[in-house]
């Protein structure tokens, strides 16, 4: 009996080991100096990017799944570009918007003034 107990849980191990890595093997993930470096990517016309972030944006950091229509981008910006944000966005209070992308709803968190973090707006959050 114990040999069963031991033998099923190395077969789940393994089983959540092989998911863990097929569900981690559908994120990509990149990083930019600046927007120019950015827009070189092609990552705006794949919707990977909002085509709204500042023109000032640097020190970008990007994540999608390639699975699902989910992003994660952080940026830091020129604060006085924030007009990026408050005309293509609607406001939901003075540090956060919500957006559109390529479709889906995008949440945008502003911090300090010019950091933003822009996040698939997931059932609703």
Aim: with cysteine.
């Amino acid at each position: 009996m114990r040999r069963v107990s031991i033998a099923a849980i190395v077969i789940l191990t393994v089983l959540f080991g092989v998911l863990y890595l097929l569900i981690e093997s559908e994120k990509e993930s990149n990083e930019f100096g600046n927007y120019e470096e950015m827009a070189e990517s092609g990552l705006i016309n794949l919707g990977w990017i909002p085509a709204f972030i500042p023109k000032s944006a640097y020190d970008i950091k990007e994540e999608h799944r390639v699975d699902v229509s989910r992003i994660h981008v952080e940026l830091k910006f020129d604060a006085s570009d924030i007009n990026s944000f408050e005309v293509a966005c609607n406001k939901l209070h003075e540090a956060a918007f919500i957006c559109a992308n390529s479709g889906y709803p995008v949440k945008v968190l502003i911090t300090n003034g010019n950091y933003a973090i822009i996040r698939s707006v997931q059932n609703g959050t």
